[in-house]
C-alpha cells in the first residue's frame, strides 16, 4: 500500500493544476447543485416498526386531518386582564379565525369553544392541525402564522408557539463555531509548524472537503428528510479529521524537505508513511459511522453516512490535494515566517525534532511514561473510572423545548404552560382505537382512559368510522420518566382500556415517538457496539498483523468514551454546568451515546495508528521493544498533539451554539477527544506497550504467511527508495541527524 500511496501523491504533486482544478469544479458545482434544489435539513425523528410509527401511518390512512404536524398557540395576557376581557377576546378569535386561512392548516380550534382556558383567566391555548408532516412545512408558510396572530399582539396579547412545528422550530445552523475552531486551529498550527503557509494548507483543503460534503448534504435534503444534526457532525468531523489528516502528512513531508530530499521525494515518502497511517484511521472512523445503520433509525444512519463521506472525502483530499498543494508550495515550506515574536523558537524545535529529537518535550513525557509506567498506568485508569462514574444514573430522552433557550418561543411557551395548566398539556398523548362501533364506545374508552395513574385529561378528539382519535393529557411533563412508565403502562393494559369493545388500541404522538425512540436506541447500543468493535478489530489487526494492537485499543476507548459520557452526564443532565454552559439541565439526548461511540472509537483509532505505527516503525528497525516505545511515542507525540488540539478547539467552538442538543455532542466530543489523545494514547498506550515489551508484537506464523502486510508503517518503501542513488542520499543525511524518521 505504501508504494501504491508513494505514486499517487507523485503524480498529484507533479500534476497539480489539474489535481487543483477538478476539486474546485467539484466544489463549486456542488453549491451550485445545492443552491438549485433548495434543500432544507430538518430535526423530525421517527423509527420504522414502533408503535408511534404505526399510529401516524393509520392516520394517514383513515383520519389524514389528523395526522400531520401540529402547532400549540400559547395566548397569554399580563396583570390583571383576562383573555376572556373584550379587547383580548376579540383578537384572540380574529388571529384563530386568521390561522384557519393559513394554506396547509386543517384545523384551527379556538380556546373560547371549550378550549383549555387557565383558572386565573389569563392563559389560553389554541391549536393548529396540519395536513402535511413537519419537514413540508416551508418557512414561508410559517411566516403566514406569525402575520395571523397580529390583531392578539395588537390587543396585548402575548403570543408564543410550540409543538411538533413552529415559526423558527428548525436549527439554522451558525456559522460561529466553524469560524472560531477554524482560527483556534490556524493560530495552533502556526505554533507547530512556526510557517504561515505551512499552517494554512491543511485548513484550506479541510474547508474545500467541508464545504463539498455540505452542499451534498443539502441537496440531497431536497429529496430525503435529513436531520440538521447530520450536517452538524458533518462539519465537526470534516474540519477536524482533513485538518489532522493533511497535518499529519505535511509534517511528515517538512521533515523530508529539512533533510535535504527533493519535494517530490519527500511527498511522496510523506503519503507512503503517514498517507498510510491516514488511510486506516479514516478507514476505522468510516466503519464506525455507517455502523450506525445496523441500529435500523433513518435519521441516525443518515447522520452516519453523511460524517462518513465528510471523514472520506478528508481522506481522499489529504492523499490527493495536499500533495498537489505542496508541489505549489515548494521549497518554502522550509522557511519560518517572520513573526514579531517566536520565530527563533519555532525553527529550533522544528530543526531540532528532525536532527536532536530526544532534547523535545514529546521525548521527556514519553521518558518519563516509560520509566514509571505501572503508576502512570493506575493513576490513569482510575482517573478515567472516576470520570465514567456518573454515566450509571444517565437518563435518556430526545431533545424538547424545556431544553430550549429561556428565549426561544417553544421554552416561552412551555413555561407558560406548565405554570398554569401543567406539564402534561406540553405534550399530550394520541390514543388511536381502531375498531370501535360508536361513539359511545369511544366516551368509554376516553372515561377508561382518565381514570389510569398518571393522566391528566383525556378528551375524544375524532371519530370517522371505526377509528377514533383521543387526546391523553398526562400529568408529567414529556421528558419526565413517570411519563415514559405511562405510556408503558398504557400499552400493558390495552385491553382493559378498550371497555370491551373490540377495538385495538395504540398509543402514539410525538412524545410517545420520542420515548419509542430512546427505547429502541437503547435496545440497539449492544448490538451496534458489537458490530462497529468486531469490524475495526479486524481492520486494526490487519494494519499491525497482532490482536494486542486492537484489544488495547478498544478498551483505552471504552475508558476514554465512559469518561467523557460519564462528564456529559454530571454537567449537562445534573446540571453541574448550568451556569458555565447557560443550559437547563435536562435528559441525555438517547442518541448521544451511539453517535458518540461511533465517533470517539473513529477517533481514537486515529491517535492509536499514529502513534503506534511510529512505535513499530521504530521496532521494525532496531528490536528494542522498550526503546521502540519511547523514541516512537516521542516522535509522534508533537504532531498527535497539535492534532488533537485543533481537533479538541473544533468541537469545543460548538459549544457556543444556542441549541442544547449541539452543545452538548460539542462538549461530549471535545471531551471524549482529549482524553483518548492525552490520557489514553500518549499516557496509558505507551505506558502498557513498555509493560508488554516485545510480546505486544506476537502473530502466529500461519498469520504472517497467509495475510498479506499492508506496509502501514511505511518500511517496505523505504527500503526500495534506498536503492535509488538520489533518494538513498536524502535519507541517509536525514538518519545521520536521527535513527527515527519524525511525522
Given at each position: 500500500?505504501?508504494?501504491?500511496?508513494?505514486?499517487?501523491?507523485?503524480?498529484?504533486?507533479?500534476?497539480?493544476?489539474?489535481?487543483?482544478?477538478?476539486?474546485?469544479?467539484?466544489?463549486?458545482?456542488?453549491?451550485?447543485?445545492?443552491?438549485?434544489?433548495?434543500?432544507?435539513?430538518?430535526?423530525?425523528?421517527?423509527?420504522?416498526?414502533?408503535?408511534?410509527?404505526?399510529?401516524?401511518?393509520?392516520?394517514?390512512?383513515?383520519?389524514?386531518?389528523?395526522?400531520?404536524?401540529?402547532?400549540?398557540?400559547?395566548?397569554?395576557?399580563?396583570?390583571?386582564?383576562?383573555?376572556?376581557?373584550?379587547?383580548?377576546?376579540?383578537?384572540?378569535?380574529?388571529?384563530?379565525?386568521?390561522?384557519?386561512?393559513?394554506?396547509?392548516?386543517?384545523?384551527?380550534?379556538?380556546?373560547?369553544?371549550?378550549?383549555?382556558?387557565?383558572?386565573?383567566?389569563?392563559?389560553?391555548?389554541?391549536?393548529?392541525?396540519?395536513?402535511?408532516?413537519?419537514?413540508?412545512?416551508?418557512?414561508?408558510?410559517?411566516?403566514?402564522?406569525?402575520?395571523?396572530?397580529?390583531?392578539?399582539?395588537?390587543?396585548?396579547?402575548?403570543?408564543?408557539?410550540?409543538?411538533?412545528?413552529?415559526?423558527?422550530?428548525?436549527?439554522?445552523?451558525?456559522?460561529?463555531?466553524?469560524?472560531?475552531?477554524?482560527?483556534?486551529?490556524?493560530?495552533?498550527?502556526?505554533?507547530?509548524?512556526?510557517?504561515?503557509?505551512?499552517?494554512?494548507?491543511?485548513?484550506?483543503?479541510?474547508?474545500?472537503?467541508?464545504?463539498?460534503?455540505?452542499?451534498?448534504?443539502?441537496?440531497?435534503?431536497?429529496?430525503?428528510?435529513?436531520?440538521?444534526?447530520?450536517?452538524?457532525v458533518a462539519i465537526m468531523l470534516g474540519l477536524s479529521c482533513g485538518i489532522d489528516y493533511g497535518l499529519f502528512i505535511i509534517a511528515?513531508?517538512?521533515?523530508?524537505?529539512?533533510?535535504?530530499?527533493?519535494?517530490?521525494?519527500?511527498?511522496?515518502?510523506?503519503?507512503?508513511?503517514?498517507?498510510?497511517?491516514?488511510?486506516?484511521?479514516?478507514?476505522?472512523?468510516?466503519?464506525?459511522?455507517?455502523?450506525?445503520?445496523?441500529?435500523?433509525?433513518?435519521?441516525?444512519?443518515?447522520?452516519?453516512?453523511?460524517?462518513?463521506?465528510?471523514?472520506?472525502?478528508?481522506?481522499?483530499?489529504?492523499?490527493?490535494?495536499?500533495?498537489?498543494?505542496?508541489?505549489?508550495?515548494?521549497?518554502?515550506?522550509?522557511?519560518?515566517?517572520?513573526?514579531?515574536?517566536?520565530?527563533?523558537?519555532?525553527?529550533?524545535?522544528?530543526?531540532?525534532?528532525?536532527?536532536?529529537?530526544?532534547?523535545?518535550?514529546?521525548?521527556?513525557?514519553?521518558?518519563?511514561?516509560?520509566?514509571?509506567?505501572?503508576?502512570?498506568?493506575?493513576?490513569?485508569?482510575?482517573?478515567?473510572?472516576?470520570?465514567?462514574?456518573?454515566?450509571?444514573?444517565?437518563?435518556?430522552?430526545?431533545?424538547?423545548?424545556?431544553?430550549?433557550?429561556?428565549?426561544?418561543?417553544?421554552?416561552?411557551?412551555?413555561?407558560?404552560?406548565?405554570?398554569?395548566?401543567?406539564?402534561?398539556?406540553?405534550?399530550?398523548?394520541?390514543?388511536?382505537?381502531?375498531?370501535?362501533?360508536?361513539?359511545?364506545?369511544?366516551?368509554?374508552?376516553?372515561?377508561?382512559?382518565?381514570?389510569?395513574?398518571?393522566?391528566?385529561?383525556?378528551?375524544?378528539?375524532?371519530?370517522?368510522?371505526?377509528?377514533?382519535?383521543?387526546?391523553?393529557?398526562?400529568?408529567?411533563?414529556?421528558?419526565?420518566?413517570?411519563?415514559?412508565?405511562?405510556?408503558?403502562?398504557?400499552?400493558?393494559?390495552?385491553?382493559?382500556?378498550?371497555?370491551g369493545s373490540g377495538a385495538n388500541v395504540l398509543i402514539g404522538g410525538v412524545t410517545a415517538s420520542n420515548i419509542d425512540v430512546s427505547?429502541?436506541?437503547?435496545?440497539?447500543?449492544?448490538?451496534?457496539?458489537?458490530?462497529?468493535?468486531?469490524?475495526?478489530?479486524?481492520?486494526?489487526?490487519?494494519?499491525?498483523?497482532?490482536?494486542?494492537?486492537?484489544?488495547?485499543?478498544?478498551?483505552?476507548?471504552?475508558?476514554?468514551?465512559?469518561?467523557?459520557?460519564?462528564?456529559?452526564?454530571?454537567?449537562?443532565?445534573?446540571?453541574?454546568?448550568?451556569?458555565?454552559?447557560?443550559?437547563?439541565?435536562?435528559?441525555?439526548?438517547?442518541?448521544?451515546?451511539?453517535?458518540?461511540?461511533?465517533?470517539?472509537?473513529?477517533?481514537?483509532?486515529?491517535?492509536?495508528?499514529?502513534?503506534?505505527?511510529?512505535?513499530?516503525?521504530?521496532?521494525?528497525?532496531?528490536?528494542?521493544?522498550?526503546?521502540?516505545?519511547?523514541?516512537?511515542?516521542?516522535?509522534?507525540?508533537?504532531?498527535?498533539?497539535?492534532?488533537?488540539?485543533?481537533?479538541?478547539?473544533?468541537?469545543?467552538?460548538?459549544?457556543?451554539?444556542?441549541?442544547?442538543?449541539?452543545?452538548?455532542?460539542?462538549?461530549?466530543?471535545?471531551?471524549?477527544?482529549?482524553?483518548?489523545?492525552?490520557?489514553?494514547?500518549?499516557?496509558?498506550?505507551?505506558?502498557?506497550?513498555?509493560?508488554?515489551?516485545?510480546?505486544?508484537?506476537?502473530?502466529?506464523?500461519?498469520?504472517?504467511?497467509?495475510?498479506?502486510?499492508?506496509?502501514?508503517?511505511?518500511?517496505?518503501?523505504?527500503?526500495?527508495?534506498?536503492?535509488?542513488?538520489?533518494?538513498?542520499?536524502?535519507?541517509?543525511?536525514?538518519?545521520?541527524?536521527?535513527?527515527?524518521?519524525?511525522v
Amino acid at each position: 500500500m505504501s508504494t501504491y500511496l508513494f505514486r499517487v501523491a507523485r503524480w498529484a504533486f507533479f500534476r497539480r493544476r489539474l489535481v487543483l482544478a477538478i476539486w474546485l469544479i467539484l466544489v463549486v458545482g456542488m453549491i451550485v447543485v445545492a443552491g438549485a434544489s433548495g434543500g432544507k435539513t430538518n430535526d423530525e425523528f421517527t423509527i420504522p416498526g414502533t408503535e408511534s410509527q404505526r399510529v401516524t401511518d393509520l392516520l394517514k390512512v383513515k383520519l389524514p386531518a389528523l395526522s400531520g404536524a401540529q402547532t400549540t398557540v400559547v395566548f397569554a395576557v399580563p396583570g390583571d386582564t383576562h383573555v376572556t376581557d373584550a379587547g383580548p377576546k376579540a383578537g384572540i378569535e380574529q388571529a384563530v379565525a386568521n390561522l384557519g386561512k393559513v394554506p396547509g392548516v386543517v384545523q384551527s380550534a379556538d380556546p373560547f369553544q371549550g378550549g383549555p382556558i387557565s383558572q386565573n383567566g389569563q392563559v389560553a391555548l389554541g391549536n393548529l392541525q396540519w395536513s402535511a408532516q413537519p419537514p413540508d412545512i416551508k418557512d414561508s408558510t410559517l411566516d403566514l402564522v406569525k402575520k395571523a396572530v397580529a390583531p392578539a399582539q395588537a390587543a396585548g396579547v402575548q403570543v408564543e408557539y410550540n409543538g411538533s412545528v413552529y415559526p423558527g422550530w428548525r436549527v439554522v445552523p451558525s456559522e460561529l463555531p466553524e469560524l472560531v475552531g477554524l482560527i483556534i486551529a490556524f493560530i495552533i498550527l502556526v505554533i507547530t509548524f512556526g510557517s504561515l503557509v505551512a499552517a494554512g494548507l491543511p485548513i484550506m483543503t479541510a474547508v474545500i472537503g467541508v464545504l463539498t460534503t455540505v452542499m451534498t448534504v443539502t441537496a440531497l435534503a431536497a429529496v430525503m428528510t435529513i436531520a440538521s444534526t447530520s450536517t452538524t457532525v458533518a462539519i465537526m468531523l470534516g474540519l477536524s479529521c482533513g485538518i489532522d489528516y493533511g497535518l499529519f502528512i505535511i509534517a511528515r513531508h517538512r521533515d523530508g524537505l529539512l533533510r535535504g530530499m527533493p519535494p517530490d521525494q519527500a511527498v511522496g515518502l510523506a503519503a507512503g508513511t503517514a498517507g498510510g497511517s491516514v488511510v486506516f484511521a479514516a478507514g476505522t472512523v468510516i466503519i464506525a459511522l455507517c455502523g450506525l445503520a445496523v441500529v435500523g433509525i433513518p435519521f441516525l444512519t443518515i447522520m452516519g453516512v453523511a460524517a462518513a463521506g465528510a471523514v472520506l472525502l478528508a481522506m481522499i483530499i489529504s492523499l490527493t490535494l495536499v500533495p498537489a498543494m505542496l508541489g505549489f508550495a515548494g521549497d518554502k515550506l522550509k522557511n519560518f515566517s517572520r513573526f514579531p515574536f517566536g520565530k527563533a523558537h519555532s525553527e529550533q524545535i522544528a530543526r531540532q525534532s528532525v536532527e536532536d529529537p530526544e532534547k523535545a518535550h514529546g521525548w521527556r513525557w514519553a521518558r518519563f511514561v516509560v520509566h514509571h509506567r505501572i503508576p502512570v498506568l493506575l493513576c490513569g485508569v482510575a482517573l478515567l473510572l472516576l470520570l465514567a462514574a456518573p454515566a450509571t444514573r444517565v437518563q435518556l430522552g430526545l431533545p424538547g423545548a424545556s431544553s430550549n433557550p429561556k428565549g426561544d418561543t417553544s421554552r416561552k411557551a412551555y413555561d407558560i404552560t406548565t405554570a398554569n395548566f401543567g406539564p402534561g398539556f406540553n405534550g399530550p398523548l394520541l390514543v388511536v382505537a381502531d375498531g370501535v362501533q360508536s361513539q359511545q364506545q369511544v366516551n368509554q374508552i376516553a372515561a377508561g382512559l382518565a381514570k389510569q395513574p398518571g393522566v391528566a385529561a383525556s378528551t375524544p378528539l375524532a371519530l370517522n368510522g371505526t377509528t377514533a382519535v383521543v387526546r391523553v393529557v398526562p400529568t408529567t411533563g414529556p421528558s419526565d420518566p413517570a411519563t415514559a412508565d405511562l405510556v408503558h403502562h398504557l400499552r400493558d393494559n390495552r385491553t382493559a382500556i378498550a371497555a370491551g369493545s373490540g377495538a385495538n388500541v395504540l398509543i402514539g404522538g410525538v412524545t410517545a415517538s420520542n420515548i419509542d425512540v430512546s427505547s429502541k436506541l437503547s435496545s440497539a447500543l449492544p448490538v451496534f457496539l458489537i458490530v462497529v468493535v468486531g469490524l475495526a478489530f479486524i481492520l486494526l489487526t490487519f494494519a499491525f498483523r497482532t490482536i494486542w494492537v486492537p484489544i488495547k485499543s478498544i478498551i483505552g476507548f471504552l475508558l476514554s468514551v465512559g469518561a467523557a459520557f460519564g462528564a456529559q452526564v454530571a454537567l449537562f443532565q445534573w446540571g453541574w454546568g448550568e451556569k458555565i454552559f447557560n443550559i437547563t439541565k435536562s435528559e441525555t439526548i438517547s442518541f448521544l451515546p451511539i453517535i458518540m461511540i461511533a465517533i470517539i472509537f473513529g477517533l481514537s483509532s486515529d491517535y492509536e495508528v499514529f502513534v503506534v505505527s511510529r512505535i513499530k516503525e521504530d521496532f521494525t528497525k532496531n528490536g528494542n521493544a522498550v526503546e521502540a516505545v519511547r523514541r516512537g511515542a516521542g516522535t509522534a507525540s508533537r504532531v498527535v498533539t497539535a492534532a488533537a488540539l485543533i481537533m479538541f478547539s473544533i468541537f469545543v467552538a460548538f459549544i457556543v451554539s444556542p441549541t442544547p442538543t449541539i452543545k452538548a455532542i460539542g462538549f461530549s466530543f471535545a471531551a471524549g477527544v482529549f482524553l483518548d489523545a492525552f490520557v489514553v494514547r500518549l499516557t496509558l498506550v505507551p505506558a502498557v506497550m513498555a509493560l508488554a515489551k516485545s510480546g505486544f508484537w506476537y502473530h502466529p506464523q500461519w498469520f504472517a504467511r497467509y495475510v498479506p502486510d499492508p506496509d502501514i508503517e511505511g518500511e517496505q518503501l523505504q527500503e526500495q527508495l534506498a536503492h535509488h542513488a538520489g533518494v538513498a542520499a536524502g535519507i541517509d543525511a536525514g538518519e545521520a541527524g536521527s535513527s527515527t524518521p519524525s511525522v
